[in-house]
């Protein structure tokens, strides 16, 4: 009775494709039109589908990067440019450019809603015109957000 049951659960993980997010999709979910995309697809090795085993190990200081610059997106609401520079920084947080660049890149930020916090923060605070927001928004020497950033932040003040 015991081997017949783990027969059927073997069974089971056969049918199942386990993606990075841990939900099960059985092949009958799958839709025909995808059946010549899975074709092609190289044939999934024993073991694939589990997050750890399918993504390559993040090195720490890439890790403590990430964080570091969520804590600085959620806080100071920071152009991507300007975290990156307070990344690597000799006077901010030294990380390598490498990992700098990995946190920047997979931050969860939103670069139009930081341009707009900081935006509302120079009108509110200093009495800025618009224009001098934008320029402010994107000087090298200021908070080096995009044009579009910028141009998103002042078209919704």
Not at 22 to 33: E, Q, R, T
Request: no cysteine.
């Amino acid at each position: 009775m015991f081997s017949s049951a783990l027969d059927e659960a073997s069974k089971q993980l056969d049918e199942s494709v386990v993606s990075a997010e841990g939900v099960s999709v059985s092949s009958d979910d799958v839709p025909a039109s995808n059946a010549a995309a899975s074709a092609d697809a190289p044939a999934a090795s024993e073991g694939q589908g589990l997050a750890s085993e399918a993504e390559p190990e993040v090195p720490a200081e890439y890790r403590s990067a990430l964080k570091k610059t969520q804590s600085y997106n959620d806080t100071m609401h920071m152009s991507k440019a300007g975290l990156y520079d307070q990344l690597t920084s000799e006077y901010g947080e030294k990380f390598s450019a490498e990992a700098a660049q990995y946190a920047v890149d997979n931050v969860n930020a939103d670069w139009n809603a930081n341009a707009l916090a900081k935006a509302r923060s120079y009108q509110e605070t200093m009495s800025m015109p618009p224009e001098a927001i934008r320029d402010q928004l994107t000087s090298e020497y200021g908070e080096k957000f995009t044009q579009e950033e910028a141009d998103y932040a002042v078209e919704n003040l």
